[in-house]
């Protein structure tokens, strides 16, 4: 049984109003990691244009690393 399973076998035998703050808080934990990772998301665009334009990109040559 998965974790999803036992939570709804716990949930199912409770009352419907305790039944309810449980998804009130399944929601909230689920906003709150969306939340994350638009934060996380905005703080490395915010890192990569800090530093545009700061690097010229050349191709690799897999040649010159070796110095053959």
Do not use: W
């Not at 996380?40 to 110095?67: M, N, S, V």
């Amino acid at each position: 049984m998965n974790i999803a399973e036992r939570i709804y076998e716990t949930v199912k035998t409770l009352p419907e109003h305790t039944a309810c703050e449980v998804l009130s808080f399944a929601e909230s934990l689920q906003a709150k990691q969306v939340e994350d990772q638009v934060a996380r998301r905005r703080d490395a665009l915010a890192t990569l244009a800090k530093y545009q334009g700061r690097f010229k990109a050349e191709p690799f040559k897999r040649e010159d690393c070796y110095g053959c």
